[in-house]
């Protein structure tokens, strides 16, 4: 299921530089770029919707606000605004979030409401692994995890990458340990990787180890956890998209893109899916290939929604 992977090609990274300057003046050409027109913001605005990973990762999470977290999925904005936008929340129900995302002790609680609320949606319960966010466990304890997810029932593993063996330049070993992690995610789970972008020093590693976690059979890659310093960012966003590009070349397999972390505004999603577009097409605009994980994203988007129909 998903992407199968590559043997390992230390040649996609070994001569690999990335200008960083070239990609500072590509994000600075896509922000200038002309704004999108006005009878199309709101189609965009609820296809950021449809992609979003509505997540919930706090130390003080509980089964209520998860339970909660899941009903806003199903019904992610007021039904009266819907209506206004010309759409409804019908038995096909095509106004959800992609999934829920949370940490692997709420993953039951998720499914059940999912199921109780939502099943004919298909949202998807994703759930953090690998000791997230940090990914500083022992390597059996985060295959453990994986699996432990997985029976649980989730179908989605956002896995974090030890970024030491970015930083020390352990490409095999990188792409081993995803390997592992991949098989533990089974035939029935996508594996989301994520390689915590503003941890890995520079935009020639987040190339590499978006390579290395491709070839290894992610479905998805992710930039970062929302708990870095540095989150998701469009150069880094620029640099992901153009690797995901080069694998599909040489494979003809599509691989995801999931920015997350400190995605909190219209403005901000918008300014992803226009990148997306941009580099990857209007194909990879749809939640099988491109998901937004956020936690406060929402109320913005509502907004601006509000804001758009009222004027
Ligand atoms: O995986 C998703 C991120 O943890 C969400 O980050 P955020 O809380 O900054 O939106």
Redesign the pocket.
Known sequence: MGNPGLPLDLSCVNNVHINLSAIQSKAADLQNSRPLKDEHRAAWLLKAVTCI?L?T?SGDDTASNVSRLCLTAFRPLPETLLNTLGFEYSEKCPIHTAAV?VYPAKVPCAVNTIRKFGKSCNIKVAS?ATGFPSGQMAFHTRLEEIKDAVKMGATEI?IVIDRSLVLTGQWEALYCELKEMKSACGSKAHMKS?LATGELDNLTNVYKASMIAMMAGSDFI?T????EAL?ATIPFGIVMCRAIKDYHMRTGHKVGL?P?????TSKDALAWLVMVKEILGDSWLTPELFRI?????LTDIEQDLQQYVMA
């Open positions: 990973d997540t990762l995302c953090v956002d994520i992710k970062s956890t929302g708990k989150n999931k997350a972390g400190g995605i909190k994980g956020a936690s406060g994203l």
